[in-house]
């Protein structure tokens, strides 16, 4: 059977957060089967527990965050998606500030700790989310969407009038059966305007913000220096918050995702639309060969 998976050892980091600008100590720690990802606020007097769930979305503004009773966890989206990418099921993630570090933008700080672990199977079956009818949310022009699928595909599609921008590909479509998640995802950063990020500090966000974790664009063209990782880093930074936001329904999903100008606000609609509808999808486990060749150990394309 496909096994669930923690990681081997703790880890610890310091980062600071994009909005708060706040130093924050990141520890990553294993924990037993079946607990899921949980959060603990180790900076409030109950320790905190917040897991890692779609219903606890409360805000999507600027970031994905999760609350439970009144205490907050922001910017948890950079860090699922590296769980998805390692396959982990289980971690206890400590912080002592309310925000995930930002790191360089991208998950490839995250995907570095977590590796550098050591990556340790469980002995319970891994349970999937499998996809078994369309659902799909629309706001105006923008759409997300989650389909049936014998493995686990997204299809990106954004718009922006920018002239960097529409230079790169705006669209891109990744099939973790053929693609590995930590070249092909990993490394892409997250993106900016300059106009906006001058607003957002004048109300207090942003404020940990810079060229070293973010690529800032004004008018017309990328202010910072190095070269983008990848041609079309802009669309493939939009896949790898969309695979941390699904991973918030609390297993790897079994389906295709396709997605027009969504984000973190739609992606969270999704998830709850999908666990409105009991018939919409399915817990199953697999067995090693019958697994998804996206996820199955012989390939493990998604992990490498
Ligand atoms: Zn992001």
Known sequence: MMKQRTIAAPIKTIGIGLHSGCKVTLSIKPAPINSGILFVRVDTPAQSVVP??????????????????????STVEHLLSACAGLG?????????????????????SFLFLMESAGIEEQNAARQ??????????REGD??????????????????????AVDKTGQRFIVDFAEHAYRSEIGRARTFGF????????????ARGG?????????????????????????VRH????????????????????IAEKSGHALNNALLRKLLEDPSSYEIDSFSENKAPKAYSKESQPLFF
């Open 238 to 257: 939009k896949i790898l918050d969309a695979i941390g936001d699904l991973y918030l329904v609390g297993h790897p999903i079994v389906g295709s995702y």
């Open 52 to 73: 890692a769930t779609a219903l606890a979305v409360c805000d999507t503004r600027l970031a994905s965050v999760i609350q439970n009773e009144g205490v907050r966890v």
């Open 210 to 234: 810079s060229l070293d974790n973010a690529i800032v664009l004004d008018e017309h063209r990328i202010l910072n220096n190095e070269e983008l990782r990848y041609e079309d880093e802009f």
């Open 142 to 163: 923008k759409l997300a969407r989650l389909e049936p699928f014998f493995g686990f595909k997204l299809d990106f599609t954004i718009d922006f009038k920018h002239p």
């Open 194 to 205: 300059a106009h906006e990020v001058e607003a957002l500090r004048e109300m207090g966000l």
């Open 88 to 108: 982990l099921d289980n971690l206890i993630i400590e912080l002592d500030g309310e925000e995930v570090p930002i790191m360089d933008g991208s998950a490839a």
């Open 128 to 137: 999937f989310v499998v996809i078994k009818k369309p659902i799909e949310v």
